[in-house]
């Protein structure tokens, strides 16, 4: 059953937020819309996104999240690029996790780029 909040940390219910991108009926119109997407996928599992999101050339074959990891809470803290009239765009985000009743985090810096006129993931950034 999906969350009734959208998990990206935006103030709209799931369906009507990140839902809509995976459900397919509509893309993602920025770099960072897609980053608060894909961490959307994570927390509900939905790794058939994820995949779909991901640059080709760096897609793994499968991916096997770990279950015992629930994403809970996403903070955006950088943002270049991305927009509507861009081609690039980096996005540098830390998302909270609860791991065997442990909080924890982690910290990115991802690359997205346009590809065939969609914004796909294209990895994480060094530094």
Do not use: I
């Not at 640059?55 to 955006?76: F, G, I, N, Q």
């Amino acid at each position: 059953m999906p969350p009734r909040t959208c998990p990206c940390g935006l103030p709209a219910p799931y369906q009507d937020c990140c839902g809509r991108l995976h459900r397919g009926e509509a893309a993602a119109t920025t770099a960072e819309q897609l980053m608060r997407s894909r961490f959307s996928a994570f927390a509900t599992g939905d790794t058939a996104y994820l995949l779909r999101t991901w640059h080709p050339a760096d897609r793994p074959a499968r991916l096997d999240p770990d279950r015992r990891v629930k994403w809970v809470r996403l903070e955006v803290l950088e943002s270049a690029g991305g927009s509507v009239v861009h081609t690039e765009g980096t996005v540098r985000f830390r998302a909270h996790y609860v791991e065997r009743g442990k909080p924890g985090e982690m910290e990115e810096h991802s690359r997205f780029v346009r590809l065939d006129g969609r914004w796909v993931y294209a990895g994480a950034l060094n530094g």
